[in-house]
């Protein structure tokens, strides 16, 4: 266990794999924080569509 430790500590060949992982978290984590905004209007737009249809029967 000791040697593959070692010889993944050594390997640069990982180093591209975990780059490309931290950028897919770092994209899923802003298209989050960005998306939640958006929800919340698309929210709001749709509640006032409902009442005003409830509204005017």
């Given at each position: 266990m000791?040697?593959?430790?070692?010889?993944?500590?050594?390997?640069?060949?990982?180093?591209?794999?975990?780059?490309?992982?931290?950028?897919?978290?770092?994209?899923?984590?802003?298209?989050?924080?960005?998306?939640?905004?958006?929800?919340?209007?698309?929210?709001?737009?749709?509640?006032?569509?409902?009442?005003?249809?409830?509204?005017?029967?």
């Amino acid at each position: 266990m000791k040697t593959v430790l070692a010889r993944l500590w050594k390997e640069e060949e990982g180093q591209d794999l975990t780059e490309y992982a931290l950028l897919l978290v770092m994209i899923a984590l802003a298209s989050m924080a960005a998306l939640t905004p958006l929800a919340k209007a698309i929210n709001s737009v749709f509640s006032n569509a409902a009442v005003n249809l409830n509204a005017s029967t």
